[in-house]
Structures are given as C-alpha cells and as structure tokens.
T-cell receptor, first 114, second 113 residues
C-alpha cells in the first residue's frame, strides 16, 4: 500500500479563519513533508518532519504551523492567510536513513483564500 | 546546487505516437532520479525511478535510463494513450539521507484521439 490520504480535498477560507489540513500514511514512513504547489509550477517544499521532529522549515511564514502528532499523521494549521496563499497543498512521506528515497504524495488539498 | 532541466511544453501527440520527454540534471554526488506524473486535479504519482548509473526504470509502458555520462534521464513511451495526458515532472534526490527533491519545471502532455 503506497497511499497517502489528505483531508479535506477542497477548502475555502477567509483571511480571518483558522483551519487545518490533515495528512495520513500507513506505510511506516518516518519522514513526512508539506509542499505548496501553484498552478503550472512544480511543488515547493515547506516543511519536513523526521521521526516526528521538525527538521526543515523552508522560511515559511508563521501563519502556517505544522504539527506531527505521531508517525502516521501530519497536520498543517492555517491562520490569517492571504489570497496569495491559495494553492494546492500536498503532503508526502518517505523512508529515512541511508539512501535517496522516493517520496509518495497524497492527492492534495485545494485551498482558496478569499 | 542541484538542478533539473526538462524540455519545455506543452507537448501534443496523437494517440499511439512515440513519446520522449527530455530531462537533464546537475547534481553533486550520485543522485537518485525520478519521474512523477500529475493528472489533472490530482497529486503527484511516482511513475518510475533509477538509483544508479545505467539503471532503467519502467512502469506502465514508460521507461527512462539513468545516463551518468550525459547526465540525462529521458522519459519514453512507445505508444501513448489519451489517458497519459498529464504533467510529467523529472526530479532528483542527491546526498545520502537527503530529504530534498529537486524538480524540473514540468512538461504538460496532451494526447489527442
């Protein structure tokens, strides 16, 4: 099973709202990722968690707050977003350790900020 | 730093035509190379991978060979179908234990009946 699930599939939120995106994997992967993808562009890395600890934060604004409650779950908490934050948010997971491991992506959450 | 260069799209082909999407890379060390595919409205799916020179990755009729001498990883398919219409991303991961995927800009493929 190489499935990564994400909820919700679509989200519309106002600039004053607080919402959360959720991601889950059951492949036993110990690295999980959040990416942002704008139309007609490749994904841009936002955060990496390794063994439930934040290991990479690509200078993402504080209105995005990641959380990794356990090895299977990854959340992205959203607060006071801007219209330019509208994008497809992708979660991914991979093995860790020696080697250059492929990442498995979820279907994404299409976020619209109004 | 690492980089991936893909041929510019969009690419439009008739059904059953031969497909090549060129991908070249610059990386330190010995990267692993990947092709991902993104169908409209969906996330990225791993299409195939190669982890060392001369490896050939293959899946669903697609193939790509890791060519270290030309730093290339071109994607090919002998006979495309309408269902292959998607955006294709070439990507690499370099450095042992690296979490970073470096993506190309993507190539949009449209296959017409």
């Amino acid at each position: 099973d190489t499935e990564v699930t994400q909820t919700p599939k679509h989200l519309v939120m106002g600039m004053t709202n607080k919402k959360s995106l959720k991601c889950e994997q059951h492949m036993g992967h110990r690295a999980m990722y959040w990416y942002k993808q704008k139309a007609k562009k490749p994904p841009e890395l936002m955060f990496v968690y390794s063994y439930e600890k934040l290991s990479i934060n690509e200078s993402v604004p504080s209105r995005f707050s990641p959380e990794c409650p356990n090895s299977s779950l990854l959340n992205l908490h959203l607060h006071a977003l801007q219209p330019e934050d509208s994008a497809l948010y992708l979660c991914a997971s991979s093995q860790v350790g020696r080697g250059r491991h492929e990442q498995y992506f979820g279907p994404g959450t299409r976020l619209t900020v109004t | 730093g690492d980089s991936v260069t893909q041929m510019e799209g969009p690419v439009t082909l008739s059904e059953e035509a031969f497909l090549t999407i060129n991908c070249t890379y610059t990386a330190t060390g010995y990267p692993s190379l990947f092709w991902y595919v993104q169908y409209p409205g969906e996330g990225l799916q791993l299409l195939l991978k190669a982890t060392k020179a001369d490896d050939k990755g293959s899946n669903k009729g697609f193939e790509a060979t890791y060519r270290k001498e030309t730093t290339s990883f071109h994607l090919e398919k002998g006979s495309v179908q309408v269902s292959d219409s998607a955006v294709y991303f070439c990507a690499l991961s370099s450095g042992a234990g690296s979490y970073q995927l470096t993506f190309g800009k993507g190539t949009k493929l449209s296959v017409i009946p």
